[in-house]
Each structure stands twice: as C-alpha cells, then as structure tokens.
C-alpha cells in the first residue's frame, strides 16, 4: 500500500513542478484525495517518515544557527515587530471564526510565520543566498523558526522531568561532537553521523519530557560554525524533503475543511499582501534600501511549514482543534502557488516598479551598502571563489592593480585574511552598476558560478557604458553564447579547454611521466 501513496505523491508533485509550482502542494493534495478514497491507509508509516523529516528539518535550521545574524537591528527589530503585528491581527481573525483564547493566539503566531524552505530555495536558485537581503531574510526567517520552537517546546504536552535539567551540560560534549564530527570524513559516514545526532538528540529530548523537534534544533547547533556544517546540511537537503513527503502527506490526511474552516482559511489568504507590505516598510524604518527590502519582501511572501509542524504538534496535545490544522495547510498549499512565481521573478519585478519604490528609501546610511570607489584599479574580479581567487593572484603577482567584489561576507573575510584587497558588491544589483566608479578599469572579470547573475551583470555593464573588456568564466556553451551576445566579448570553457589541453598532452613527444602542468 505504500508504493501507491508513493506513486501518487510523486505524480502530483510533477504535475505541480511541470506548473512551476512547489512539489509540496501535489503531496498535501495527494493526502486529501488517499483520505477521501476510502482505501485503508497505513498511517504509522507515513507519520514515522514525516516525523523523520521534520527532526531533519530542525537540525539543519540549528546548522545555520548563527545569533549574530539575529541580533541586527533589521532582523531582530522588524523581524520581531512583524511577527508581532502579525500575530495579533491573525489572532483577531481567529477569535472572531470562533476560536478560544488560547487557540487563537496560537494560530495567530503561526501564521505570521513564512517559509523557509521556500526562501532557501528561491535564493540558491537566483545564486543569491551569499546576498545582503538573503542575509536578513535568512535571519528574520531564524528568529521566526526560534519562536516556533517555543511554541513546539510548550506544547508538547506534560512536565519535562527534573533529570532535563543534565541538558544544559549538553554544550560541554561540543568538543568531542567535533571530533567524531571532522573524524567521519566527507563520504556517507558524516551523513550517518548527522542522522544519529540529530534522531538520537531529538530522542534524548523526548525520553526527558521535552520535545524532539526541540532536541534535532539544539543537535544541529552544537555543529553550527564548523567549515564542514553547510556541508553536511547539502548532504541532509534532499533525504530531509524526500522524508517530509511522509509529513505533507499526513496532514492532507485529514481531509477538506468545511465551509467554515474553508471560509476562514481565505481570510487569512486575503491578508497576505498586507503581511508582505509590512515586511516592506518595516525594513525600510529600519533603514534598508528599497530594493533589499523589496528582495526581502519577495522571499518572506508565503505562510510556513513551520506554521504545519508546529501546528500538528499544538494539535495533538489539543490546543487548536483539528479543523485549524486543515485550515493552515490549505493556506500554506495556497501561499506556496502564489509566491512560487514571486520568488522567481523578484528581480524582473523591482526592474519593473523601481521607481515607484525607490523613493520610500530613506535618506541616510543604509545597512548594506555598496562600494563606489575601487582605489584606482585597473581589474575588478567579481566572485572570489577559487577561480576569482586565482584570477586575482595572477593578476597581484604580475603587479597590475586589482580589487576583488563578493556579496559573501565570509568570503570577503576569508580573502581579506589572505590579504587580498576585496570589497563588498551585489552583482545582480542594478544600482550597483549605476554607481560604481569603473573609470581606469581595463577589464572586469565574472568569476561567479550563477549562469543568471554573470549574464544579467555583463548587461548591465553595457547598458551604463563600460566600453571595455568583460571576461566571464563558463561551463557550457548555452553560457557562451549568451554572455557573448550580451556583451561580454571573451569568455571561458575551462572543462572543454582543459580537456582540449590533455588530448594534447597525450599525443606530444615532448612529455615525461614527471611533468605536472597547472590548468588556468
């Protein structure tokens, strides 16, 4: 029986993905229509699974874990602030459906909540996540999973019991979690490693009283800020989703919501745009430029899984009757079409309403700001990765001034160890293009891996006249031929070179079996 819910999960979410829209609302959809066949249904199975992902869920939100990015004024102040507002209107409409006191307040708090796989998503795909906006709209989406977690913690149902108390010796074990951590390698043992913190943590937590999901958030961030965290959390991104299939799956279990609930449900859909237009101008209070609070705002568009898990847990223990829960996965299912075409699109749609947004900026320093000055160089390197690395020190080691740009403040940080000169630059920003001061630059290099971000730059670069040279660094010849017809006039194959290069290595007489040759 499970390979027919299986079956049928997976054909709903590629209908959904041949519509451009999420795979999850072809798994909530799959669930109604198994409730409503009259088939039995082995449920245990589909709520281990879906349990499993959402343990898996939280321990890759702790490896992200990083409370300086909360604690900023625009992710603490209008995260929080938002969150608040947020609540209480949605608790409003709740009370006024016929919720009591408690439930309502509940349900307010999670849906003020967005989504976070979503947004992850939305911003790998666009190459942004390294971004100052990804940044601030990665922390309001933390502070916002730290508050569901609250939530998960109160109610779980039951006193913790007194022996819970030993958990708070759980960060003095971070040393030798590290060690077994880095001692597992790279391979399919630091994969089994995670499992078995994260499960075996979260399971700790509910022998003790405490909630699991709460256990899979502290495992992670016992790992969070290692170099081989991000690492493992790609390793868990696809095994996470496959599982939280199980969890999508059980909450379309419960069936259509009556008209009641369903009456309910487009309410609080009808309040979305008001919960993104506040994201705006909160951000601009605090001081964010108009575009970073438009991206922000773009990715923050949609209710959470957060709202479902959180909410299932509220349920189970009978705080929010069962009707709230079908209502919530209508709204997220729903949330999730309407913002698909949003995330995708963000950076067509501020090209488009620019400059109606442009003056809500206010006029003062913002957080975020871009470099306009690069000292006199004559190479700009944008994307200091490996090969914007190598590009910069061959540049530096043959004396021709360079500066380096990148969005990653930890790349930043890490060249700048390295002691080469790089500022901060969003190369997908039009307004970075606009004002940079280019003049004495002979050439500019895109060293970036994101195909879209490269070609969207080089145009750039031409449509504010820089005459000059535009190299850019590709892997397939679809890239070739779009950066050449934007402008960028010499671009790179280094795979088709490279591999040009030994079928001429292979054939010459002149090789040696010691010889070694360094491919640019």
Same mark, same amino acid.
């Given at each position: 029986m499970e390979i027919l819910w299986l079956v049928l999960a997976y054909v709903l979410?590629?209908?959904?993905q041949a519509l451009r829209l999420p795979p999850l609302i072809g798994y909530l959809a799959a669930g109604i229509i198994l409730s409503l066949s009259g088939l039995h249904i082995e449920t245990e199975v589909i709520h281990e699974l879906g349990h499993l992902g959402v343990l898996l869920l939280l321990f890759t939100v702790g490896l992200h874990l990083r409370l300086k990015n909360i604690i900023q004024p625009e992710v603490f102040g209008a995260g929080g602030i938002h969150l608040l507002v947020s609540a209480i209107i949605f608790a409003g409409i709740a009370f006024a459906f016929g919720y009591d006191p408690v439930a309502s307040i509940i349900i307010g708090v999670l849906l003020g909540f967005s989504s976070t796989v979503l947004a992850a998503k939305a911003l790998e795909a666009r190459g942004e996540l390294g971004a100052y906006h990804a940044r601030v709209a990665i922390g309001i989406l933390i502070?916002?999973?730290?508050?569901?977690?609250?939530? +998960?913690? /109160?109610?779980?149902?039951?006193? %913790?019991?007194?022996?819970? !108390?030993? +958990?708070? /010796?759980?960060?003095?074990?971070? %040393?030798?979690?590290?060690? !077994?951590?880095?001692?597992?390698?790279?391979e399919e043992l630091q994969l089994l490693f995670g499992l078995i913190l994260a499960v075996g943590t979260g399971t700790l937590f509910e022998v003790l009283g405490l909630s699991s999901e709460l256990g899979a958030l502290a495992a992670?961030?016992?790992?969070?800020?290692?170099?081989q965290a991000d690492e493992l959390a790609e390793k868990l991104w696809g095994l996470k989703e496959a599982f939280l299939v199980g969890f999508f799956l059980e909450i379309g279990l419960a069936g259509l919501p009556d008209m009641s609930t369903m009456i309910f449900a487009l309410?609080?859909?009808?309040?979305?745009?008001?919960k993104s237009v506040m994201y705006f101008f909160l951000l601009i209070a605090f001081k964010l430029r108009s575009r970073n609070a438009f991206m922000v705002t773009t990715t923050l568009t949609s209710y959470s899984e957060f709202t479902l898990i959180a909410g299932a847990v509220a349920a189970s223990a009978g705080f929010i009757p069962q009707s709230a829960l079908i209502a919530m996965a209508v709204i997220t299912a729903i949330?999730?079409?309407?913002?698909?075409?949003?995330?995708?699109?963000?950076?067509?749609?501020?090209?488009?309403?620019?400059?109606?947004?442009?003056?809500?900026?206010?006029?003062?320093?913002?957080?975020?700001?871009?470099?306009?000055?690069?000292?006199?160089?004559?190479?700009?390197?944008?994307?200091?990765?490996?090969a914007g690395a190598a590009a910069y020190d061959y540049l530096k080691e043959r004396s021709h001034r360079v500066t380096g740009m990148d969005s990653d403040p930890a790349r930043i940080e890490k060249n700048l160890k390295d002691r080469r000169r790089v500022v901060y630059g969003d190369a997908f920003d039009p307004e970075l293009w606009q004002n940079i001061d280019l003049k004495g630059v002979k050439a500019v290099i895109l060293a970036m891996t994101n195909p879209d971000t490269k070609l969207q730059a080089t145009k750039m670069l031409r449509e504010n006249n820089y005459d000059h040279d535009v190299y850019a660094l590709t892997m397939r010849d679809e890239e070739h031929a779009g950066l050449a017809e934007a402008g960028a006039n010499a671009v790179c194959l280094p795979m088709k070179q490279a591999g040009r290069k030994l079928a001429e290595l292979s054939i010459s007489d002149e090789i040696d079996g010691s010889m070694s040759l360094e491919l640019a």
């Open positions: 979410g590629m209908g959904m502070l916002q999973d730290l508050v569901a977690i609250v939530i +998960l913690a /109160l109610s779980g149902g039951g006193l %913790p019991s007194y022996w819970s !108390l030993g +958990l708070l /010796l759980i960060p003095l074990a971070r %040393p030798l979690i590290l060690k !077994l951590f880095v001692a597992s390698g790279h992670g961030a016992l790992l969070s800020g290692h170099p309410v609080v859909l009808a309040v979305l745009p008001v949330s999730y079409a309407i913002n698909a075409p949003i995330a995708s699109g963000a950076n067509k749609l501020w090209s488009k309403y620019e400059f109606s947004l442009i003056p809500f900026e206010r006029d003062t320093k913002h957080p975020g700001d871009q470099v306009v000055n690069l000292g006199g160089a004559h190479y700009l390197v944008v994307g200091m990765g490996q």
